[in-house]
């Protein structure tokens, strides 16, 4: 293990990066943000859990303090799959720096945050040994994946243990173009469906002997997609449907098929729910009288964190770091604040994330300094305010 030395957050960032966590990998990423915050005086728990038909997944609880309030720092240390790696300027787990930024898998999505989570915890316990209150750090392996064995089951073993906190920092790369730009204070909800027709297979010179399901399937899809789902509320963009593949499995070009089917996701703001979103859906569909069948397989609900004191608080420190004024969203994809807000207040403030997930992954330095210098004046003002 690397020790965390002056907490530099830059050689914190470069060295995760050199951990090869592409999910469920754990590659050593895990056991050396354990060593790093032993250092720092925290009492920290290496939790493996796994699941039938799913690979175990290592992830990290860890605190210092006995009482509260207590705040959290969330995220990730699994990173999704470099792609051709010949495509790269560098090589993605060798942390290069480049232009003043550090290019390597990872270092938006999320180690650069996740180092800063470190060096501002290391800076503010050396200047407050004797702080009022708790931090706690939940990090998962499985953020990238299926999810199922990570930051979930951390939720779910603390609250066995009565393990519990207040207010949560996810540091999830929410900024589009630039540090500062955008705090996200809740999410869209996520659904999955496959709608699927039965039909009658024949031969397509004999059409009156088959019952093609394909045209009833299109006509579903226009019925589904036609009319949008909501305008929008305070807090979230319209709802949106958006079909994303159409699968017939049929290589005859002489044979009416026997069924068609269509994948389709919903992002769906706070006007529905799991249940709400699924009545939609059949509705739109059931004014056809066709036979059909809709498999739904849902990845959370909408939720938002209202704006509060903490919230102010964070805006105002990036603020005065950056010069910018954050916005408040509840925009972008889904992240493992959902899990998270089940037991406390989330919000999530990371880096820059233009560049997450493609080739040349890479992280400002100045962004990863200016980010520790936020999350460090953020403890200070959740402590001492």
Request: charged share 25%.
């Amino acid at each position: 293990m690397i020790n965390i030395g002056t907490g530099d957050p830059i050689k914190l960032t470069k060295n995760l990066i050199r951990h090869r966590s592409i999910t469920p990998v754990n590659d050593g990423a895990i056991e050396q943000l354990s060593h790093w915050l032993e250092e720092l005086g925290f009492s920290c728990n290496i939790l493996s859990f796994d699941q039938e038909g799913t690979d175990t997944v290592k992830n990290l609880w860890a605190k210092v303090g006995s009482e509260g309030p207590t705040i959290c720092f969330a995220g990730h240390t699994d990173v999704v799959p470099t792609g051709n790696i010949d495509e790269w300027s560098s090589n993605p787990f060798e942390a290069v720096e480049i232009d003043n930024k550090i290019i390597g898998r990872g270092a938006a999505d999320m180690k650069g945050a996740i180092a800063s989570f470190i060096a501002a915890t290391k800076k503010f316990i050396e200047e407050n040994p004797d702080f009022p209150g708790s931090i706690g750090f939940i990090i998962t392996g499985d953020e990238e994946g299926c999810a199922v064995n990570g930051t979930k089951k951390i939720l779910r073993w603390m609250e066995k243990k009565n393990l519990t906190f207040d207010d949560c920092i996810v540091g999830e790369p929410t900024n589009p173009s630039y540090l500062g730009e955008m705090i996200k204070i809740g999410r869209r909800g996520s659904v999955n469906g496959i709608i699927t027709v039965e039909g009658i297979q024949g031969h397509v010179a004999y059409p009156h002997l088959a019952d093609n399901p394909i045209p009833k399937l299109l006509r579903i899809l226009e019925n589904l997609i036609k009319d949008n789902l909501d305008n929008g509320t305070d807090h979230f963009q319209p709802s949106n449907i958006e079909i994303t593949s159409i699968d017939i499995g049929n290589e005859a070009t002489n044979v009416i098929p026997h069924k068609a089917s269509a994948n389709f996701n919903i992002r769906y703001n706070d006007i529905f729910d799991n249940k709400k979103i699924e009545e939609e859906v059949h509705k739109r569909v059931r004014v056809l009288n066709y036979n059909y069948s809709i498999n739904f397989e849902h990845s959370g609900d909408a939720f938002l964190t209202h704006p509060g004191q903490f919230t102010k608080n964070l805006s105002n420190i990036i603020e005065n770091q950056t010069g910018r004024r954050p916005e408040l969203s509840t925009s972008g994809g889904t992240s493992d604040a959902r899990f998270i807000k089940d037991y406390g207040n989330v919000v999530e403030f990371g880096l820059v994330g233009a560049t997450m997930h493609k080739i040349d992954e890479s992280a400002s330095i100045e962004d990863i300094r200016n980010l520790t210098e936020i999350y460090y004046q953020t403890l200070k003002k959740y402590f001492y305010s």
